[in-house]
C-alpha cells in the first residue's frame, strides 16, 4: 500500500534526524506512525513543534527532497 510505505519512509526520516523519536503500528492492516508524550516536563509548545516538524518532513518527503 503506497501511504504505508510513505509513513514507513516517514518514519524512518524523522527518527534519523534526532529531534523527535516516534514509533509505529500495524492498525487494520495499515502501518500507523505512534506520537505519544510520556515526559511530564513536556509542554504544549514541545508538541506544537514536534507536530510541525512532523509535517514539514512530511512535505519535505512527498516533494522528493
Known sequence: KKGD???QQLLTR???NGQ???SHAV???RYT????????KTRS????????HIQQTARD?????
Open 5 to 7: 510505505e510513505f509513513n
Open 14 to 16: 524523522l527518527n534519523r
Open 20 to 22: 523527535i523519536f516516534l
Open 27 to 29: 492498525l487494520e492492516d
Open 33 to 40: 506512525i505512534r506520537f505519544c508524550v510520556g515526559q511530564t
Open 45 to 52: 509548545q514541545h508538541v506544537t513543534a514536534a507536530w510541525k
Open 61 to 65: 518527503l512527498k516533494d522528493g527532497k
